[in-house]
Every structure is written in C-alpha cells, then in structure tokens.
C-alpha cells in the first residue's frame, strides 16, 4: 500500500513536468516541496492515529491545485513570469 501512495505522489508531480518551461518559479518549488512531503509522509510509520494517513491525503490534495494552477496559467497565457 505504502509504494501505491508514493507512486502517486511521484506520478502527480511528473504530470506538470514539461511545464517548466512556462517559468513558475514559485509554483515549481512549490510542487517540488509537496512531493518531497509526500514521499516522507509515505514512508512515514502509520501509528499516529490516522494523521499521517491525513496529511499525506491533504499534500495530495495540495499538489492538485498547485498542478490546476500551473495548467490554468499556460492554458490562458499568463503573463506573469516568476510565477
């Protein structure tokens, strides 16, 4: 169970990947830092009453909206570069 959660956490952070290119620097270290949170809350041992098992859904959750971000931007052509 434990490797299906930390294949998903990689998997969402590698959807957005080509995207680099469009220069969110923000939204990029963003993505980065959640994904490294989900790979430790993955590994993380599972005997906190359920709080571990939260968070890793909340960061989940989180990379989602950054990663809608990140596409709602290129898809109306921001103009913002830093982010």
């Known amino acids: 169970m434990r490797r299906v959660v930390i294949a998903v956490a990689f998997i969402s952070g590698g959807t957005l990947a080509g995207c680099a290119v469009h220069h969110q620097g923000h939204m990029n ?8 949170a ?15 098992q939260a ?3 909340l960061t989940q959750q989180a990379i989602g909206e950054v990663e809608l971000g ?14």
């Open 29 to 36: 270290a963003a993505l980065q830092s959640l994904n490294d």
């Open 55 to 57: 968070a890793l859904h």
């Open 38 to 52: 989900a790979q430790h809350l993955g590994l993380a041992t599972p005997d906190k009453a359920g709080h571990v």
């Open 70 to 83: 990140m596409a709602y931007k290129i898809k109306t052509g921001g103009n913002a570069t830093s982010d």
